[in-house]
């Protein structure tokens, strides 16, 4: 695992370097491009050896994927569905798992390594088809312009804009955007990370992606099955598709309200939920263990844990790291906040098998009760929440930036009312 995570962070900072010096479009294409070659090393394999390796190269291509796809669609969406279409990410890699699952599923009574090399040899697919249309989309029209290429900008905004739309909407929108833009065009470096303006953006998004792996999400998703099949009361498999099946609504849920009800109120909700089921769990955990609807209780809040923690920590927390720092740090940014969420997820998958069984004398075995662990942490996370995550709905990026850039303490009066939610961004949100 340890090493899977270095790959991943790997993927990151080279999926970072490309979509911040050669585009979006390429990085899509190189990234796409490599998961052709290390599914082939899956597919093609004759040992276990090969197989895990073939894996374990394709968490680069997962790193590449992070590093560009939430910042492509955060740059690309209109201000009013921005939410929406981050949520999506999440929402296309969960339907992707369930179809995967149930093909799985279906082959395998087959005798033969077609069994694994089915399942397996449908990544090729995906990849195969986006390495030719991404060809077909412009580039990201603020990326153009961050690199000063003008006209190219305007041409690639044209196309992304309905043909219905007035050619003088269409200049006067990118206008704007290239005044905004072009304030932020001055070569950045590490420090500026952590100058005025930048250090609390820096942290929220760093501390956004410390809860949303430290609520415990590696203890459902990961070893969730795991823990199912100790308590020898349900079916795992199918407690495995129902955990899909509630993820996937509750990112529909979430598509449809994160630009209608905000950020932060689905942030509140989705930790609300996180904290009651694993601090219930953890009580449940508690009972006797030969307590049979104790068991049924601990998958059943397995499963609140995983709709709650899909409504929002689960997918939102991409879209602020698109949204929150300015464009000239952006990767910068997300190189520490992406490796803040690999060591966490570490820690957590690591000490994981220590703290719940008791297959080594030296496991603590407590079960259930890590609930009270998890549980804590996302009570923390409900309170960073309420104090630190800004509402973002309707908000142009290029005026979120300028709220953080506030100076004066005028300017900052109204930065901490943007941030919890109050009178300003209220009025603001029903001017667009």
Known sequence: ????????????????????????????????????????????????????TGRALHYIYL?????????????????????????????SIKIGGLVVTGIARGTSGISTNAAWQIPFGLILVIPFICIWLVWIIPESPRWLLLRDRQEEALQALKRYRSKNTPEHEIQEDF?????????????????????????????VVAAANFFQQASGQAFASQYGTLFVKQLKSVNAFSVTLGTNATDIGALIISTALSDVVGRRMLFHVSGFLETASLMTMGGLGTADPSNTAAKEGIVAMLLLYSFGWSLAWAPLVYVLGAELPSAGLREMTLRIAYTVK?????????????????????????GGKL??????????????????????????????????????????????????????????????
């Open 1 to 52: 695992m340890e090493y899977l995570a270095d790959l991943f962070a790997i993927g990151v900072f080279l999926g970072g370097y490309i979509s911040n010096t050669y585009g979006r479009k390429w990085c899509i294409f190189s990234m796409n491009l490599y998961a052709l070659g290390s599914a082939a090393v899956v597919v093609s394999s004759k040992t276990d050896a090969q197989i895990l």
């Open 371 to 432: 609930g009270f662990i998890y549980g804590s942490l996302s009570a923390v996370s409900v309170i960073f929440g309420y104090f630190f995550i800004p509402e973002t709905r309707k908000l142009e990026l290029e005026d979120i930036n300028k709220k953080y850039e506030s100076s004066t303490e005028s300017e900052m009066e109204q930065k901490v009312e943007y941030q919890v939610g109050l009178r300003e961004v209220g009025r603001s949100g029903g001017q667009n």
């Open 63 to 91: 790193g590449m994927q992070l590093a560009v796809i939430p910042t492509t669609l955060a740059e690309l969406a209109p201000r009013n569905v921005r939410g929406a279409m981050g949520v999506l990410y999440w929402l």
């Open 342 to 366: 690999l060591v966490t997820e570490f820690a957590v998958t690591f000490s994981y098998p220590y703290l719940e069984t008791a297959d080594d004398p030296g496991h603590v075995d407590i």
């Open 175 to 203: 206008d704007e955007m290239a005044q905004k833009v072009t304030a932020q065009l001055q070569k950045k470096s590490f420090k500026d990370l952590f100058i005025k303006g930048n250090r609390e953006r820096t942290f």
